[in-house]
């Protein structure tokens, strides 16, 4: 029997569900084309289509498969300006901080972040005034928030996405 102070001693937990080499292949095709029909997806990956639906229901019901959604070209929906904004915030404030910033208009994505600011947000709005109106009458008033700093973006591109290793 292990000591208590050895390594086999200590309790194992595993952050992140079991992914093998056929669920990471069912990955990376969702990833390229999230519309493909199981039966072409169970063919490109070289397992029936009874198993790909089943390791598919598996990894959304353990939530590694959070959704299939669309891409959306903000400026092409009339969102044409795009702006990182940091806060900084009262130590006790991130958690009602959290359920009001998801009500304020154009935030797209917020993050608690370790840095000099405490929180970033991404803000998709129509235009310089929406985004001013945006920061200053709505994010800025919210309790807990001190301070905001806007960075605003000139141009985007997209990098490889999540890394799914072989």
Not at 35 to 52: G, K, T
Not at 111 to 129: F, I, K, Q, W
Request: proline content about 6%; glycine content about 4%; hydrophobic content about 40%.
């Amino acid at each position: 029997m292990p000591s208590p102070k050895t390594p086999d001693a200590l309790p194992t937990t595993r952050t992140a569900p079991c992914v093998d080499q056929v669920d990471r292949a069912i990955l990376k095709e969702l990833q390229r084309n999230s519309r493909i029909s199981v039966r072409a997806l169970a063919e490109s990956v070289h397992i029936s289509r009874a198993s790909a639906y089943a390791r598919i229901e598996r990894m959304l019901s353990e939530q590694t498969i959070q959704g299939f959604t669309a891409r959306i070209d903000p400026a092409r929906i009339g969102l044409g300006t795009t702006a990182y904004v940091t806060l900084a915030i009262d130590q006790s404030a991130w958690r009602t901080l959290c359920e009001r910033l998801r009500e304020v208009s154009y935030v797209e994505h917020f993050a608690l972040v370790g840095a000099e600011h405490d929180v970033m947000a991404l803000v998709r709005a129509p235009d310089n005034t929406a985004l001013r109106d945006v920061v200053l009458s709505e994010i800025q008033r919210l309790p807990g928030v001190r301070s905001t700093r806007t960075w605003l973006v000139f141009e985007e591109a997209e990098g490889p996405g999540v890394y799914i290793a072989p």
